[in-house]
């Protein structure tokens, strides 16, 4: 499988506080990018690293690549309780398919 | 963002028949879908790639003959659970990039098939 690993699995902090997810995942890619997916509805794109990239924010969201050792992680700042969500990584691979990680599972409390 | 447009978004089946989820790109073209399944509480599996005007790349220990897919038009791929079990019980989700190799993907809102 090229499924990548998430951790934690699950995250439940306090609003205002800083959430951060890691990724691992198997094999080369041209890019990563990380989903949000709200519970049984389709999935929202927040972010893309491109390989050739180490670090991109976007608004309270700041990704790392770091390509030797096949991982990113995911920091969400000044988090809200409309932050609470499923979050995935994704991998895109030179064939052009998409594999997504195990998922985290955060939880803001107001 | 592009509009990924799935349907239906429940559907209720009895074992034995089959079910048609389709996956439309609203505006823009798709030249290749991806078909995910999800389980509860689990992350997006990858199913089968969709490819316009050729056949679909099916993920390894996926049926093709169970999961039918067909990308008959660049805005339109659709799949089919043939012979409907309790186990096909899933969420099944689209989604659709340009082509590009560089792109984000645009989901559908996904289809909950349940199968008694």
């Known amino acids: 499988s090229q499924q990548g690993e998430e951790d934690p699995q699950a995250l439940s902090i306090q609003e205002g506080e800083n959430a951060t997810m890691n990724c691992s995942y198997k094999t080369s890619i041209n890019n990563l990018q990380w989903y949000r997916q709200n519970s049984g509805r389709g999935l929202v794109h927040l972010i893309l690293i491109r390989s050739n990239e180490r670090e991109k924010h976007s608004g309270r969201l700041r990704v790392t690549l770091d390509t030797s050792k096949k991982s990113s992680s995911l920091l969400i700042t000044a988090s809200r309780a409309a932050d609470t969500a499923s979050y995935f990584c994704?991998?895109?691979?030179?064939?052009?398919?998409?594999?997504f990680g195990t998922g985290t599972s955060l939880t803001v409390i107001p | 963002g592009a509009v990924v447009s799935q349907h239906p978004s429940r559907v209720i089946c009895k074992s034995g028949t089959s079910v048609k989820i389709e996956c439309r790109s609203l505006d823009f073209q798709a030249t290749t879908m991806f078909w995910y399944r999800q389980f509860p509480k689990q992350s997006l599996m990858l199913m089968a790639t969709s490819n316009e005007g050729s056949k679909a790349t099916y993920e390894q220990g996926v049926e093709k003959d169970k999961f039918l897919i067909n990308h008959a038009s660049l805005t339109l791929s659709t799949l089919t659970v043939t012979s409907a079990h309790p186990e096909d019980s899933s969420f099944y989700i689209c989604s659709a990039n340009g082509g590009s190799h560089t792109g984000e993907l645009f989901f559908g809102e996904g289809s909950r098939l349940t199968v008694l």
């Open positions: 994704a991998t895109q691979n030179t064939g052009n398919q998409f594999y």
